[in-house]
């Protein structure tokens, strides 16, 4: 098929996703909001004014020792102990951002596999896992997480692992329904035929087309992580202070809303800025990379 | 019918017995010592040593195991450092303050999201319709005890229409309710939005209305109760995720329910409690799971319980 005049012919699979996703007005500015926050906070250590937990006893608090109101010397104002909040904001979206971006890469992955494989194989194997799958399904997540991270002690590895061994399990059953109706596709009959081994079907016929989804699902299973990991650091089994962290600033804020709203007020709306544009971000991604489906209700 | 029921029975008390395992797994035999993380790191030597002995904890994990299970299987989860009374006892405590937020946040997506999906469906592309798929985006993307706070502080502090937590009242009620309930009630529109917009562009909806039936008549005798049914479905699943999801919520505004009390004595170290939280939670997902596939079969006929 000919490509429409001026519109340029995309030389591979991913570019003609980058077209397709380009063209979205929302997802495409989306992206670059979600670009933004990733920056700031990867590059926090030059963005930041102070050190995030250096405590201005004196200059950051006001003669009565409350927390300080946006002025000229701390943008975003102080929190309680007299801590620049700008820099507590950049620096606490480091944690957030990489718990939420490494927790859901490592589910979706073990769900890729566990799924992937367990519809694959298919009989026993399956069944077994599957039931495995329904077991995860029905305990009491967040109480676990709660248990694991009092157990375990705090800190970002256990956090993640603790995030994603009870993340795995919902994209797990998706792509086993995915990889079941592409067993039955031609083109994998036709390399069964001309004798391919199974587990060369497996890695070069089917996971190829399990990549798009796997993209999409990273996207779309970083809110609910991110949520878990502020939900964790909310009530103090995140990582420890005084490491900066959106969820623990909310916390710090929550006793001092009534003088000073603003504090829980800014990573509120970071975690918000981030999760929305993520959404739009993913849905976008969806779209472009499946173009049949385009324009129908989802 | 009966003998679904037995197997389905026998299913949750695997889970409950996989769970168990694991929790004695990851505290008993697991890499951390579970006493020091009981007294936090700074206790060492002797005193380490006799808390270990007086809780049994030096006997063999096999014996250990026995001995735990065996408790288990008599109610028994042990003893709340913190709250200061029997696990068990603490639980069932505060099952009537969990369940009726839970009650609550059901009550109140149904009564905001069933009304939104209608009108959004018949008023398809409206300002209306819009402006729906935004705040869904935004409450979706917003964690609940986050929402509750800005609840707080709107409605409770500067409106003064509330309290701003606490348990007693139907007023300290509404607001953990709303606070989870409209972001899902803008889920719940939505979805009855898609099912309503499908089942209206069916056959025996046009059937009804080349009859010459009133729209009304169409929507809401015909059509809504075919649309209602994936929502079913989905409610059920909700409500057992209701039962210990919530824990956030209850901490913000001090309800006393189980999550709030699962929290708190995850931070003061209390082992003993968290770990039966995660059983009861566990039951309580179980037999809700259970309870809901059951009713669905009475309101779908064509489900057929095997």
Redesign the interface.
Known sequence: MKPAAGQKRPTSWWGGVWLRFRRQKVPFAAAIVLLAVVFSAAFAPLLAPYDPAKQFRREGLSPLGQPLPPNPRFLLGTDAFGRDLLSRLLYGGRVSLSVGAAASTVAVSLGLLVGGLSGYIGGKVDFAIMRFVD?MM???????M????????RGLTTIIFVISAFSWAYPARVFRGEVLSLKQRDFVEAARAIGAPGRRIFLRHILPHLLPLTVVYVGLSI?GTI?AE??LS????GVPAPTPSWGAM?QDG?SY??AA?WI?LYP?AM??LT??SL??VSNGLREAMDPVRRGR?? | MMAYLLRRLFWLAL?LL??SAF?FA??FA???D?VQ?LVGPRAQGEALAALRRQLGLDRPLYVQYADYMGKLLRGDLGYSFFFKRPVSQALFSRLPATAQLAGCIMGLSLVFGLPMGIVTALKRGSLLDHSMTVAG??L????S??FG??L??FLA?KLNLFPTGGYGSLRHLILPGLSVALPWSVWYGTILR?NL?YVLSTDYVRTAYAKGLWQRLVVFRHALKNAMLPLVTMLGMDL?SL???T??VE??FNWPGI?WQ??TA??H?D?PM??G??LF??A???LA?LGVDILYSFLDPRVRLA
């Open positions: 077991f029905s305990v009491p997540t967040f109480f676990l709660t248990l694991l991270s009092v157990i375990l002690g809110p949520f502020v939900g909310f009530v103090g089994l909310i929550m809303y009534r709203p829980a509120g975690i918000v999760t929305v959404n739009l209700q989802p | 889970t996989a769970v929790t990851i505290i697991g890499p951390v579970p993380a985006l935004v979706i993307s917003m964690p005890f986050f706070l800005l707080i502080y502090f898609a917009l057992a039962l210990t999801g824990a956030l901490y913000v999550g699962a929290l995850a931070q170290r082992v968290v770990m939280s995660v939670g566990a309580l997902i179980g799971n």
